[in-house]
């Protein structure tokens, strides 16, 4: 099947639209910039955590199921590991990742 050049130069265009390029290779920080910086903001969260209290709709699963260590089936396996993980680390582990994410798709 032979296409017309115009067409094919409408599809580029439309692919782009469609499935824009990511700029992961474009970062400005070094890695160690990254690390510290994503380190210190899960450290500041953490901080924040301890005056989050856990109890209705904020960590609901937290309270009454992951801190209890009372599992049910639906939940995914991995979901184990959080027992090593207190709620005020389970904030700092969040909070940073929802934050760097928002702050990554402003910068585009």
Do not use: H
């Not at 032979?2 to 265009?13: D, E, K, Y």
């Not at 005020?88 to 928002?102: E, K, R, S, V």
């Amino acid at each position: 099947m032979i296409i017309s050049q115009s067409a094919a130069n409408l599809w580029t265009r439309g692919e782009a639209l469609l499935f824009p390029s990511l700029l992961q290779d474009k970062r400005d920080l070094t890695g160690w910039q990254y690390l510290l910086l994503v380190g210190g903001s899960a450290l500041v969260f953490s901080a924040i955590g301890f005056f989050v209290k856990a109890d209705g709709f904020i960590g609901f699963d937290w309270y009454y199921a992951f801190s209890r260590g009372q599992l049910e089936p639906y939940y995914p396996p991995w979901i184990v590991y959080l027992k090593w993980i207190t709620w005020p680390g389970l904030i700092g582990l969040t909070a940073p990742a929802y934050l760097w994410d928002f702050i990554s798709d402003t910068l585009r």
